[in-house]
């Protein structure tokens, strides 16, 4: 018997069967395609890739304004496309020789729970049945496909994709119309517009990148609507034809849009059906599998982490949902908390936030201050951004005088984020940031200058 059966190789199940591994748990790991899950090899890593490329065609296509002339620049889709999968193989082979370091038995096959056994549960897949003390469920999600006519006829022909075979596509489409203004679809829409598609992005709400800063995300629209793409914000798709969308703007009149391929990116569901969990009586609801704060469902000694749960499908939320579990587990105390949750738009401009946005305050009754800078204040993005800007905001509860939310637009800002989750997980209040030193010149010392705009 194992101590602990994990169903789903995506970051939270791979995560949580390493750290439970070398915590000395006898660990099983269940994953029917590849390890890595939908980050790994259908999202957040093949996509980086594709705009990475994507940016560097962009900066050689630029470069005389730092300086520097290419000749006859060009992006070979082909070989970009290669060149995702060779990251993506790379990845892979790695989280396989972590669950080979840390001790787990990897099962490439599809799990299923088969109810109880005396001190645990049974586990079935083609190749037989194992038992577990505990089972930790990390099935992730899958793309949501909404019943509007002709979508799904055309996703079998091909001309409907996910975000999966848009990754895979061997050539440019001439016209793309994505369905859906959220990270997905802009992301998507960033590479392909660059590498020589016309882009129309269908989105049913009156603004892109869902709860993303509002002052932000109209920065980000204006910035790929400079690049040639094309919104249709307010608009309700009716229907998919041959070669075309149907849909409705804001007054009710139909619209048709041309296009060679179709992404629909209006979001993902957590994917817990047909694992037999009813054998057991895990609870669930419409978004995925009830969870407290430590991870634990409403069984004994079963556990859920990652999309399956619905909270936030985000890898690195998944990472640190799949970690508490396995404190939970050994003993250690540790809960999940959502507070300081950075999201990232990969585009260019990256876009990135954590905490509060200014509407979310709002909705919550939460005073606030509010101070902004550009990013051109800061003396590296001048340096490497010829011409361009961005924007940095803290929001600083009135009370309380701590950092309740940062929100940024320009190069670096994914990687930068990190510091002010920290920042708002600490309660960090305004004269206390003032005391951090950061290394100068960097891009983020915007956020030092924003919080200097603060009275203590």
């Known amino acids: 018997m194992f101590d602990l059966i994990i169903i789903g190789g995506g970051p939270a199940g ?32 093949p996509s980086k890739a594709l705009l990475h490329s994507a940016k560097m065609y962009e900066y050689a296509l630029h470069g005389s304004s730092y300086g520097v002339t290419a000749q006859d620049v060009h992006l070979d889709h082909a070989a970009v496309v290669k060149r995702r999968g060779k990251v993506v193989k790379t990845l892979v082979s790695g989280v396989g020789a972590k669950m080979k370091g840390a001790g787990v038995t990897v099962i490439k096959e599809q799990a299923k729970i088969a109810g109880r056994v005396e001190g645990g549960f049974r586990v079935v897949s083609a190749s037989g049945e194992q038992t577990a003390k505990r089972l930790l469920i990390a099935s992730g999600s899958v793309p949501v496909m909404p019943p509007i006519p002709g979508l799904r006829e055309h996703y079998a022909s091909g001309f409907v994709l996910t975000n999966r075979e848009v990754l895979e596509l061997d050539q440019v489409p001439a016209k793309l119309t994505i369905i859906g203004g959220g990270v997905i679809g802009l992301e998507m829409g960033a590479y392909y517009s660059v590498a020589g598609s016309q882009v129309t992005v269908i989105e049913m709400l009156d603004h892109i990148a869902g709860p993303t800063d509002g002052e932000i995300r109209t920065m980000l629209l204006k910035e790929y609507q400079k690049k040639g793409v094309t919104f249709l914000l307010g608009h309700k798709v009716t229907g998919v034809a041959d070669g075309q969308v149907l849909c409705e703007d804001p007054s009710g009149k139909p619209v048709s849009v041309a ?26 609801y419409r978004g995925g599998i009830v969870t407290d704060s430590q991870g634990r469902t409403n069984v004994e000694n079963v556990y859920a982490a990652g999309d399956v749960n619905g909270h936030h499908m985000l890898a690195h939320t998944a990472y640190r949902e799949s970690e508490v579990a396995i404190n939970t587990m050994l003993g250690k105390k540790d809960r999940m908390r959502y507070a300081a949750n950075p999201s990232v738009i990969y585009t260019k401009p990256e876009v990135a936030g954590v905490g509060y946005t200014e509407e979310g305050a709002k909705e919550e009754g939460i005073e606030y201050e509010v101070k902004k800078l550009s990013m051109r204040y800061a003396g ?39 510091g002010a989750a920290e920042m708002i997980e600490s309660q960090l209040r305004v004269k206390d940031a003032k005391e951090i030193i950061f290394p100068h010149p960097t891009v983020s010392e915007i956020i030092r200058e924003v919080i200097w705009e603060f009275p203590d």
């Open 14 to 45: 791979y995560l949580a069967a390493e750290r439970a591994g070398h915590a000395g748990l006898k660990t099983c790991l269940y994953e029917m395609r590849s390890l890595g899950g939908v980050c790994l090899n259908e999202g957040c890593i």
């Open 380 to 418: 590296r993005f001048v340096a490497e951004n010829e011409g361009g800007d961005g924007l940095c905001k803290v929001l600083v509860d009135k009370v309380h005088r701590n950092i309740i939310g940062v929100h940024m637009i320009g190069g670096y800002a994914s990687e930068i984020i990190w």
């Open 259 to 284: 296009a060679d391929k179709v992404l629909c990116s209006i979001g993902r569901r957590a994917q817990y059906q047909d694992l037999g969990l009813e054998t057991i009586g895990v609870e669930t």
